[in-house]
């Protein structure tokens, strides 16, 4: 997934999406939100916090609500990506052919504000480390590469743990452990090249 710099990059990058996403930005820059790109896309923030997002996907362009969850909706319009795991992100998917209502995206705006400015919010549950038996043995095994582990954030731990556990086969998870190894004794993160 190419990373991009500026909004204007990603927007003239996004082909058969440019008009959309051009005519999104003008309502979100209308607002009192500031326009900023995370994770390699535009984002739009409020004293700091980062309320929506916009996304140019193959069959649509969606706007993010980061605590959506909390928004009325009366249009029925919004919705949750991933039920059961996505808990206040909610999404408003515009289709080719579909004619954005701008007062109603204003409407979710104006109001995405309000329910952050009275703080609003679900904050992420932070999940326990799990370390799965496989890490746990070559850790045990290996006084370096236990330190090194040690000294990694949990985050960083979080994700090697979560790379081993998701692994189905045996095999995969043996070759898996043989790809970690060096990156943990290097301090390097499974995720660090996604990061800015």
């Not at 927007?11 to 999406?17: A, C, H, P």
């Not at 923030?45 to 009366?74: C, M, P, R």
């Not at 039920?83 to 052919?97: C, D, H, N, P, S």
């Not at 799965?132 to 330190?147: F, V």
């Given at each position: 997934?190419k990373r991009f710099k500026t909004?204007?990059?990603?927007?003239?990058?996004?082909?058969?999406?440019?008009?959309?996403?051009?005519?999104?930005?003008?309502?979100?820059?209308?607002?009192?939100?500031?326009?900023?790109?995370?994770?390699g896309a535009p984002a739009y923030?409020?004293?700091?916090?980062?309320?929506?997002?916009?996304?140019?996907?193959?069959?649509?362009?969606?706007?993010?609500?980061?605590?959506?969850?909390?928004?009325?909706?009366?249009?029925?319009?919004?919705?949750?990506?991933?039920?059961?795991?996505?808990?206040?992100?909610?999404?408003?998917?515009?289709?080719?052919?579909?004619?954005?209502?701008?007062n109603l995206l204003k409407t979710?705006?104006?109001?995405?504000?309000?329910?952050?400015?009275?703080?609003?919010?679900?904050?992420?549950?932070?999940?326990?480390?799990?370390?799965?038996?496989?890490?746990?043995?070559?850790?045990?095994?290996?006084?370096?590469?236990?330190?090194?582990?040690?000294?990694?954030?949990?985050?960083?731990?979080?994700?090697?743990?979560?790379?081993?556990?998701?692994?189905?086969?045996?095999?995969?998870?043996?070759?898996?452990?043989?790809?970690?190894?060096?990156?943990?004794?290097?301090?390097?993160?499974?995720?660090?090249?996604?990061?800015?």
């Amino acid at each position: 997934m190419k990373r991009f710099k500026t909004v204007e990059d990603y927007i003239e990058s996004s082909g058969e999406w440019t008009e959309i996403l051009t005519q999104l930005r003008k309502i979100l820059l209308a607002s009192e939100l500031e326009e900023t790109i995370k994770w390699g896309a535009p984002a739009y923030t409020y004293e700091g916090k980062t309320l929506i997002g916009l996304g140019a996907f193959k069959n649509f362009v969606s706007i993010w609500f980061h605590q959506g969850v909390f928004l009325k909706d009366e249009a029925g319009i919004l919705l949750n990506a991933q039920e059961g795991i996505t808990k206040a992100l909610r999404q408003w998917r515009v289709e080719k052919g579909d004619i954005i209502d701008e007062n109603l995206l204003k409407t979710y705006i104006f109001e995405t504000i309000e329910n952050h400015e009275v703080g609003m919010q679900i904050k992420p549950q932070k999940k326990p480390l799990v370390i799965p038996p496989e890490l746990q043995l070559l850790l045990d095994g290996d006084q370096t590469l236990n330190n090194s582990f040690e000294s990694l954030s949990l985050t960083k731990k979080r994700e090697f743990a979560e790379y081993i556990s998701q692994a189905k086969r045996a095999s995969t998870k043996t070759n898996r452990l043989e790809k970690i190894r060096p990156m943990i004794i290097q301090g390097i993160g499974l995720n660090d090249k996604y990061r800015k």
